[in-house]
């Protein structure tokens, strides 16, 4: 299997900044495999959307939302990916789920990290 471990989440006022990171590993974890590795969130009521994801060329790509604010980035040698979230608004208030997707369509979720921003 592959175990996604985000990290980073909590409470932050808007305007501020938190870094959310996701580490991968497990029997089934393959860096070679890997189309894409991102972020989604998901409020009550709705859709699970795409926030971030960067492929295996390191092309990135964002959410409209999110452009300007957010940065993704990956370390290799950890096989880890953050999230950089800065300027923060009440409307980013969601849980994200790390994700990975392998060439092969095989998709893994983390259980969700909660970010919750204060106006």
């Known amino acids: 299997q592959v175990q996604l471990a985000e990290s980073g989440g909590g409470l932050v006022q808007a305007g501020g900044s938190l870094r959310l990171s996701c580490a991968a590993s497990?029997?089934?974890?393959?860096?070679?495999?890997?189309?894409?590795m991102g972020w989604y969130r998901q409020t009550p009521g709705k859709e699970r959307e795409l926030v971030a994801s960067i492929a295996r060329s390191g092309s990135t790509n964002y959410a409209d939302s999110v452009k300007g604010r957010f940065t993704i980035s990956r370390d290799n040698a950890k096989n880890t990916v953050h999230l950089q979230m800065n300027s923060l608004k009440p409307e980013d208030t969601a849980v994200y789920y790390c994700?990975?997707?392998?060439?092969?369509?095989?998709?893994?979720w983390g259980k969700g990290t909660l970010v919750t921003v204060s106006s």
């Open positions: 497990g029997s089934f974890f393959n860096i070679i495999s890997i189309n894409t």
């Open positions: 994700n990975l997707h392998y060439l092969n369509g095989m998709d893994y």
